[in-house]
């Protein structure tokens, strides 16, 4: 009976969010409602309730989520001391005078930018108020411009440092406690994020190079669709170097001292705010206004973030005191066909969960659930975390409700037809990621 419980607080949570509650109070209010109710018609033990303070003091005291508000520094720093218009417009016209160059320089600034800033909204908007105008005004067809965009603006989602692996490295290691736990085996080995940035370097530069395949494949059936651009003072080497050398030397910095060991994550984004704030006075865009912007979007980006957390945690307390978890375990272990089915229902519940959530929701909430039953079925940590990276990234794209859709419409005049004919192929692309990976599981152990 309890598992009926369980099953119509997760409805009934959806549900209100669907109607546009605030996602972290619709999380803990409607988890008290539930377990009022539980408790006083006696299907609910309060002791779990009273775990709360000692999972709130752990969510507060864990080094590794003080990497996200300084990430984010990082990020909007970044997007006020436009990096990225600069590198834009030097690389579309250095490559813009070939058919299709623009599309790649897209591409090639979509990557730096998400190695550099890991934010997907501040990406697309900025890719889209830049590059849509000059791509309307050439000719360029507004379908494969969108997809474009779009697709080369979620690779914030998989390319580190991405704050995606940063939460999702700390729930994992949970999950494989946990996992152990109930295995009774002990493995002093944990999920690390450093393990999660070196498992997906070599998936997010595959996508990429998915993404330029596919360019050169329009770029061959329908030349149209992405012809030259008009280049009238092409810029020199000294430009172009620039403005590449100041991004590549920031990954280099976080990226490098992250993936030797020098560094946790938390230093090296320390390290990293550090150089977008020097960054930012080389192109002499730092002043008091935009610091004071970068503090106020950090800490409200930080408090939802912690507020979700803090939901997802009662939520999470209370789903397990009806067995909630014990009934996901039990259903998904007696599946047909195994781990294989339970781990391509897994992915379908948070693919169509990105429909309605964000990628923080779905990372505290339902990994948390399904996350220790798949690793107890013996799935490796870091190749299931990177899965679920590319899947949630997909989500982004996906229609009607991807949330890179939204930021895109909303800075541009394109139409929802063109919007959703574009990202088709890169969401096909980015399930095919998915197989690749699925079949070649050393791609993201490699490293």
Known sequence: MEAWWALLLF????????????????????????????????????????????????ILSNATLMAVPVFVFMGVVLEKAKLAESLLQNMAALLGGRKGGLGFALLIVGMLLAASTGIVGATVVTLGLLAMPVMQKNGYDPAVSAGTICASGTLGQII????????????LSNAYQQAQLKLNVFNPKTVSVQDLFLGALIPGLMLVLLYAIYLLWVRWRRPDAMPEIEVSDPPSLTTVLASLLP??????????????????????????????LVLAAINRTLNREVLNEALKETVKVTAMVFMILIGAALFSLVFKGFKGDEAVQHFLTHLPGGELTA????????????????????????????????LMMGFDPVWLGIMIAINLQTSFLTPPFGFALFYLRGVTDISTRQLYRGVMPFIALQVLMLVVLYLFPQLVDWL
Do not use: C
């Open 160 to 171: 580190p440092p991405s704050i995606v692996l940063v939460l999702l490295g700390d729930v």
């Open 343 to 374: 781990l391509l229902l897994v992915m379908l519940v948070l693919f169509l969960l990105g429909f309605i959530l964000d990628f923080i929701e779905i990372t505290f909430v339902v990994i948390p659930i399904v996350g220790p039953i798949l």
């Open 11 to 58: 409805i009934t949570v959806t549900a209100v969010l669907m109607a546009g509650f605030p996602v972290a109070f619709t999380l803990g209010g409607v988890s008290l409602w539930f377990a009022l109710i539980g408790f006083l018609t006696g299907w609910f033990d309060a002791d779990f309730i009273a775990a709360l303070p000692n999972r709130l003091n752990g």
């Open 247 to 276: 991004p590549l030397l920031l990954i280099l910095a976080v990226l490098g001292s992250i993936i030797s060991g020098v560094a946790t994550p938390t230093e090296a984004a320390s390290v990293g705010s550090i150089g977008a």
